[in-house]
């Protein structure tokens, strides 16, 4: 059956209709897009930025959000760049800007401190993300493709919602999820340095 254009002009019946919204800059998402995807998820965060930085500064208490979330069984990953690997020292040169890649890194891990050891909660880092940045709320999901030598809340973002199977969604989630699983645990490599700092001390 053929649909009226009118219809096929407003109503998305091909694999664009789990693209709800693009924004030419990320900054242009309201952040009340933001706090409603992350108060709604119930079972699954990931926030697989490079640096997450933007989040601790547009979303107070967040730390304490994540926790609550957490303690009711919603999952919750951060997949963050290696402040000191070759790949975040190229970014680095690349953006040449003032709060280095590597420093916003570090705010991040300083913040992700006060949800260590709470169960459901991990972290990792990776650096194969560093040209796109994936976060997923449940069924929905920003995406943000770095543009050259633009910092991410200069880049476009896309806001989709799972509707189908291989579609767009699960293309990024597949990314996400591989990116993952390559990734090395923060919190064991921070207590394996530790150690080994007491020990030559």
């Known amino acids: ?77 951060f997949l963050i760049g290696d402040p000191g690997s070759e790949v975040t020292r190229r970014r680095e040169e690349v953006e040449n800007v003032p709060l280095t890649v590597s420093t916003r890194i570090r705010i991040t891990l300083s913040e992700i401190e006060q949800v260590r050891g709470v169960p459901g909660i991990e972290a990792r880092f990776g650096d194969e993300h ?36 291989d579609g767009l969604f699960d293309r990024f989630g597949y990314h996400a999820s591989e990116l993952w699983s390559n990734g090395r645990n923060i919190w064991a490599e921070s207590q394996t340095e530790r150690a080994d700092s007491a020990s030559s001390g």
């Open 1 to 77: 059956m053929l649909w009226p254009a009118a219809i096929r002009n407003t109503v998305k019946t091909g694999p664009d209709r789990e693209v709800l919204t693009v924004y030419p800059y990320r900054s242009a998402c309201p952040k009340s897009i933001w706090r409603s995807l992350i108060s709604s998820a119930r079972n699954e965060i990931v926030f697989a930025g490079y640096t997450n930085y933007f989040l601790w500064l547009e979303h107070p208490n967040l730390a304490k959000i994540l926790k609550r979330k957490a303690e009711q069984g919603c999952k919750i990953r």
């Open 130 to 165: 560093i040209a796109m940045s994936v976060f997923r709320f449940d069924s929905e999901m920003l995406v943000t493709p770095y543009l050259a030598k633009l910092v991410g809340h200069d880049s476009p973002m896309m806001h989709l919602r799972r509707y189908q199977d």
